[in-house]
């Protein structure tokens, strides 16, 4: 049964801002998946939201990352088999999230 995922993280940047943060990180995010195993296999942006893949152990896992003023909210739903890594899933996400948004330092 596949297991539905949402991640938020929240940051002080603004929505511009964030969003060309997260624009700018995903190079990062590619070769921190390569690590992984996992390989980013879509990647769209529509104004404030990109839809995504994500390929491991055979599965493409597809979601959504929303940006909002205040935070950034992913939503993805996980196969049965992937579901079992959801919550390291989650606690990744956040940490590479809080790096990626980090308010810089005046």
Known sequence: MAKPVSITVSHELGREAA????R??????????????MQLVEESWSDNELSFGVAALGYTVRGTLTVEETLVRVEMMLPWLLAAFAEKLKIGVEK?????LEKPRA
């Open 96 to 100: 590479q999230g809080q790096i990626l």
């Open 24 to 37: 700018e990180g995903v190079d990062r995010i590619r070769d921190r998946l390569g690590l992984l195993k």
């Open 19 to 22: 969003i060309a943060r997260l």
